[in-house]
Nanobody
Framework: QVQLVDSGGGLVQAGGSLRLSCAAS????????GGWFRQAPGKERECVAG????????DDADSVKGRCTIPRDNAKNTVYLQMNSLHPEDTAVYYC?????????????????WGQGTQVTVSS
C-alpha cells in the first residue's frame, strides 16, 4: 500500500503558475502510473493529466491542454504537477492518484491510492 501526501496549493493570480507536490511512501513511485485530478465545488472529480510509469509523456485533459507537465523526482519519491497560464476556472482541490501498475487511467474510479488533496484558488 502506498501513502500519498499532496502539498503546494494556495492562492495564485490568473496567468500565474503553480507546482503541486505528491510525496509517496510505502512504495517506489517511479515505475508506476498515476494521475492528477481536481474537483471544484459542485462538480465531479476530473482528471487533469495521467502518466505511465517510467514515462515523461502525459495525457492531459482538453481543459488544460499544453499547460501542464508531471515532472518526477525519483530520489525524493515525489511527482509534481506543474501548471502554467492559470485561469480562475482552474480553482479546485487537486489530488494525486497512484496506480498499482505502470498504466494509468483518466477515470477516478480506477484508483485506490489518493493523496488528501490541496486547494488551489486562482483569482482574476
Amino acid at each position: 500500500q502506498v501513502q500519498l501526501v499532496d502539498s503546494g496549493g494556495g492562492l495564485v493570480q490568473a496567468g500565474g503558475s503553480l507546482r503541486l507536490s505528491c510525496a509517496a511512501s510505502g512504495r517506489t513511485f517511479g515505475t508506476y502510473g498515476g494521475g492528477w485530478f481536481r474537483q471544484a465545488p459542485g462538480k465531479e472529480r476530473e482528471c487533469v493529466a495521467g502518466i505511465r510509469g517510467s514515462s515523461n509523456s502525459i495525457d492531459d485533459a482538453d481543459s488544460v491542454k499544453g499547460r501542464c507537465t508531471i515532472p518526477r523526482d525519483n530520489a525524493k519519491n515525489t511527482v509534481y504537477l506543474q501548471m502554467n497560464s492559470l485561469h480562475p476556472e482552474d480553482t479546485a482541490v487537486y489530488y494525486c492518484a497512484a496506480a498499482v501498475s505502470g498504466y494509468y487511467s483518466k477515470a477516478s474510479r480506477w484508483y485506490r491510492n489518493w493523496g488528501q488533496g490541496t486547494q488551489v484558488t486562482v483569482s482574476s
